[in-house]
């Protein structure tokens, strides 16, 4: 079993920042590839970051890229996003969500209860 938990999530204007942060613990398989999600109110979950264990790589959807990154410390069992140029759209809820797939692409089996952030203009 998998526990997830977000914190970080916050409000802040526009052109602003916040680094949200996941801690993993339970089975440690379970959680080699992380990564977060995002949804807003009447609006599909969409991925918007993640980071394999294999090689630390990482993916980003175009909305995001060049503006949120996502890290890890596999000592900690932690993984971060920062997230900078923060826009009112960004505005969600943001989930930690994990896997035991070593890569990114694959569906994610456990999910953290989410951090909400909040941007206004």
């Known amino acids: 079993q998998v526990q997830l938990v977000e914190s970080g999530g916050g409000s802040v204007q526009a052109g602003g920042s916040l680094r949200l942060v996941c801690a993993a613990s339970?089975?440690?398989?379970?959680?080699?590839?992380m990564g977060w999600y995002r949804q807003a109110p009447g609006k599909e979950r969409e991925e918007m970051a993640c980071i394999s264990q294999t090689d630390g790589s990482t993916y980003y959807p175009d909305s995001v890229e060049g503006r949120f990154t996502i890290s890890r410390d596999f000592a900690k069992n932690t993984v971060y996003l920062q997230m900078n140029s923060l826009k009112p759209e960004d505005t969600a809820l943001y989930y930690c969500?994990?896997?035991?797939?070593?890569?990114?692409?694959?569906?994610?089996?456990?999910w953290g209860q989410g951090t909400q952030v909040t941007v206004s203009s």
């Open positions: 339970g089975t440690t398989h379970r959680f080699n590839t």
């Open positions: 969500a994990a896997v035991g797939d070593p890569d990114c692409g694959a569906e994610y089996t456990d």
